[in-house]
């Protein structure tokens, strides 16, 4: 997962300042690009699988009328 790395530095030896080690640290992605991918499945098959309601209208018969014309 997490690694410390405690290493030295530079190389010399004797005098001079005293300065304190830092540690470098380095995070293993792996699992959240795991859980990337298992997002991503989970919303493409959730979404595909939904089927989709629409509202019903009223619509009018389709009868035809024919006017007659006076003659």
Do not use: C, H, Y
Not at 10 to 35: E, I
């Amino acid at each position: 997962m997490a690694e410390i790395n405690t290493g030295g530095g530079g190389g010399k030896k004797g005098g001079g300042k005293v300065r304190s080690k830092k540690a470098s640290t380095r995070v293993d992605m792996t699992p959240m690009v795991d859980l990337g991918f298992l997002l991503i499945t989970f919303f493409i098959l959730a979404t595909t699988l939904s089927k989709p309601s629409s509202m019903t209208l009223n619509v009018p018969d389709k009868t035809k009328t024919e006017e007659t014309e006076p003659i």
